[in-house]
């Protein structure tokens, strides 16, 4: 029989990174979010409704979040007098601005409302419905508090976690600046052509020269420098920079010259037969972005060619240093325009901000589809797209997870996964490329047993992981978390004094992400 004998637990965040204001996605982004869940879904998401009565039902009062940058509020609403439910919005923490909610598809008595990076801390959540002469007729009112790190065994890294709205951009494109742009137009001509097609911003990347017309620059349309590094042996785009690496110096020695400027460099076209080696995506150290899909070198079975060589780069150099997928156009006529692009998250449409979100991994790549919704919800990797036949999610080995017809699709890793990327693609094979959702250890979860064999350590943490333990900075050994999590330590007898024991849980992938400590004091 065993007596449990716990002792106090402290933890420290593992992600420093916090996710800091809100996006009111339902407002701004999907309106037709109630159409994305469907009737099973929708059963498994709330519970049975009672229409008479206007409430919340989730989050609960008190609730604590802390397992995602999106939170889904949903409830229940009245009738306004007409024998039709009333119409609800919602307003956020001291925020007077009230929000329309979108109504359940299957049900107009029920309503949801996504809630997108709120920050870290204590939150009010009004909800109101309208009567007919849109006065409102019932209000409920909740505090939850959210948690900058969760207490689960792993935590999942999402670029995605930041304040911001989705922009359009391209960043590769040539104007009669480059050498061979003779069928294209003058810099600021090219770059309002973007504009008219729904471009926000655009990098002109023209052969080994740097243009930027920035009297075409105002509130709603913005620039970054850029060029492209040609040579036989790689063309590299180095983006907000304002010097030109020689492009007869090796791929190394541009790619050092673009940071060495300040500036971020992106291997182009990988998978084309002009320039890269096999190897390169890997040997290569300092890029921060790579092409899996360019628009002027596409060719049957090279953009998977370049998907898979993206695989093989993250896989080798791991969390520290993770590429990013970017698609672009490469265009060099207006024909060619259009044709690949990146959606970028940004709180603001200037060059450092869009520069600071591309460093971050927090835009998605696109030859066609979008995506709506793109996060983490309840522990799970959610995404939403209107244009998609389907959405599927992909292990680092490019497994397939889970695929899921349109719609709204959600995956819950298993904790095994090393990373996991969503991928969306329409019925005539157009795809949105998300970057990688890394899967870390969190602090691992533990209490002392003791039994008639002695005393144990028991507890979670993610599943494969080494946690190593030590007892007033003596090292007491290791135990490996089986593919639930679980793990047993045996320690040593120790005496009646007061110890602190420590916990770091590290990852089983050759990176060995290391957890924050978890710290038992015993006696309590």
Same mark, same amino acid.
């Given at each position: 029989?065993?007596?449990?004998?716990?002792?106090?637990?402290?933890?420290?965040?593992?992600?420093?990174?916090q996710t800091l204001g809100l996006f009111l996605i339902a407002a701004l982004g999907v309106p037709f979010f109630g159409d994305l869940f469907g009737d099973s879904a929708l059963a498994?998401?709330?519970?049975?409704? &009672?229409?008479?009565?206007?409430?919340?039902?989730s989050p609960a009062d008190n609730a604590v979040l802390n397992d995602g940058n999106l939170v889904l509020i949903e409830g229940t609403t009245v009738d306004q007098g007409n024998g039709?439910?009333?119409?609800?919005?919602?307003?956020?923490?001291?925020?007077?601005?009230?929000?329309?909610?979108?109504?359940?598809?299957?049900?107009?008595?029920?309503?949801?409302?996504?809630?997108?990076d709120p920050a870290p801390g204590f939150h009010r959540i009004r909800a109101r419905a309208l009567g007919m002469d849109g006065r409102p007729i019932a209000e409920q009112n909740e505090?939850?508090?959210?948690?900058?790190?969760?207490?689960?065994?792993?935590?999942?890294?999402?670029?995605?976690?930041?304040?911001?709205?989705?922009?359009?951009?391209?960043?590769?494109?040539?104007?009669?600046?480059?050498?061979?742009?003779?069928?294209?137009?003058?810099?600021?001509?090219?770059?309002?052509?973007?504009?008219?097609?729904?471009?926000?911003?655009?990098?002109?990347?023209?052969?080994?020269?740097?243009?930027?017309?920035?009297?075409?620059?105002?509130?709603?349309?913005?620039?970054?420098?850029?060029?492209?590094?040609?040579?036989?042996?790689?063309?590299?785009?180095?983006?907000?920079?304002?010097?030109?690496?020689?492009?007869?110096?090796?791929?190394?020695?541009?790619?050092?010259?673009?940071?060495?400027?300040?500036?971020?460099?992106?291997?182009?076209?990988?998978?084309?037969?002009?320039?890269?080696?096999?190897?390169?995506?890997?040997?290569?150290?300092?890029? &921060?972005?790579?092409?899996?899909?360019?628009?002027?070198?596409?060719?049957?079975?090279?953009?998977?060619?370049?998907?898979?060589?993206?695989?093989?780069?993250?896989?080798?150099?791991?969390?520290?240093?993770?590429?990013?997928?970017?698609?672009?156009?490469?265009?060099?006529?207006?024909?060619?325009?259009?044709?690949?692009?990146?959606?970028?998250?940004?709180?603001?449409?200037?060059?450092?901000?869009?520069?600071?979100?591309?460093?971050?991994?927090?835009?998605?790549?696109?030859?066609?589809?979008?995506?709506?919704?793109?996060?983490?919800?309840?522990?799970?990797?959610?995404?939403?797209? &209107?244009?998609?036949?389907?959405?599927?999610?992909?292990?680092?080995?490019?497994?397939?997870?889970?695929?899921?017809?349109?719609?709204?699709?959600?995956?819950?890793?298993?904790?095994?996964?090393?990373?996991?990327?969503?991928?969306?693609?329409?019925?005539?094979?157009?795809?949105?490329?998300?970057?990688?959702?890394?899967?870390?250890?969190?602090?691992?979860?533990?209490?002392?047993?003791?039994?008639?064999?002695?005393?144990?350590?028991?507890?979670?943490?993610?599943?494969?992981?080494?946690?190593?333990?030590?007892?007033?900075? &003596?090292?007491?050994?290791?135990?490996?978390?089986?593919?639930?999590?679980?793990?047993?330590?045996?320690?040593?007898?120790?005496?009646?004094?007061?110890?602190?024991?420590?916990?770091?849980?590290?990852?089983?992938?050759?990176?060995?992400?290391?957890?924050?400590?978890?710290?038992?004091?015993?006696?309590?």
């Amino acid at each position: 029989m065993e007596r449990s004998r716990r002792g106090a637990v402290r933890r420290r965040p593992w992600l420093g990174r916090q996710t800091l204001g809100l996006f009111l996605i339902a407002a701004l982004g999907v309106p037709f979010f109630g159409d994305l869940f469907g009737d099973s879904a929708l059963a498994d998401l709330m519970p049975a409704p &009672q229409p008479s009565a206007f409430r919340i039902t989730s989050p609960a009062d008190n609730a604590v979040l802390n397992d995602g940058n999106l939170v889904l509020i949903e409830g229940t609403t009245v009738d306004q007098g007409n024998g039709r439910p009333g119409r609800v919005e919602v307003a956020l923490g001291n925020d007077d601005t009230w929000v329309p909610t979108n109504v359940a598809a299957d049900d107009d008595s029920r309503w949801r409302f996504l809630w997108s990076d709120p920050a870290p801390g204590f939150h009010r959540i009004r909800a109101r419905a309208l009567g007919m002469d849109g006065r409102p007729i019932a209000e409920q009112n909740e505090i939850v508090e959210v948690q900058a790190t969760s207490t689960a065994a792993y935590g999942i890294d999402n670029p995605y976690a930041t304040v911001g709205a989705f922009v359009k951009g391209q960043l590769h494109l040539h104007t009669t600046s480059s050498f061979d742009g003779y069928a294209s137009m003058p810099p600021a001509q090219d770059a309002l052509a973007y504009r008219r097609r729904g471009y926000q911003f655009v990098a002109i990347t023209d052969h080994d020269v740097i243009s930027y017309p920035k009297d075409i620059i105002d509130d709603s349309f913005t620039l970054l420098r850029g060029y492209e590094s040609t040579s036989d042996t790689g063309h590299i785009v180095a983006l907000d920079v304002d010097q030109v690496a020689p492009s007869s110096w090796r791929p190394q020695s541009r790619i050092d010259k673009i940071n060495q400027d300040g500036g971020l460099a992106i291997l182009a076209h990988p998978a084309w037969t002009v320039g890269w080696k096999d190897g390169d995506m890997t040997s290569l150290q300092g890029y &921060q972005c790579m092409e899996i899909f360019n628009g002027m070198t596409d060719a049957p079975g090279r953009t998977e060619r370049a998907v898979q060589l993206w695989h093989e780069a993250l896989n080798a150099k791991g969390y520290a240093t993770r590429i990013w997928a970017v698609a672009a156009d490469d265009a060099h006529n207006p024909d060619q325009m259009d044709k690949g692009w990146v959606m970028v998250k940004t709180p603001r449409l200037t060059p450092d901000a869009i520069r600071r979100a591309i460093e971050n991994g927090a835009f998605y790549a696109s030859n066609g589809p979008a995506f709506n919704v793109l996060g983490v919800m309840n522990g799970a990797i959610v995404a939403a797209t &209107q244009d998609a036949a389907r959405v599927r999610f992909i292990d680092q080995d490019l497994r397939v997870l889970a695929e899921v017809q349109a719609g709204w699709a959600e995956y819950r890793p298993s904790g095994t996964e090393r990373w996991i990327r969503v991928e969306a693609t329409t019925a005539d094979g157009k795809t949105a490329w998300s970057q990688p959702f890394w899967i870390v250890p969190n602090a691992p979860q533990a209490q002392l047993v003791t039994d008639d064999s002695g005393m144990s350590l028991l507890g979670q943490a993610l599943p494969g992981a080494r946690v190593d333990v030590s007892d007033e900075g &003596q090292y007491v050994g290791s135990a490996i978390a089986n593919e639930q999590g679980a793990f047993r330590l045996k320690v040593p007898a120790t005496d009646d004094g007061r110890h602190d024991m420590w916990l770091m849980a590290t990852a089983p992938w050759p990176d060995h992400l290391n957890s924050q400590p978890t710290l038992i004091s015993y006696p309590a």
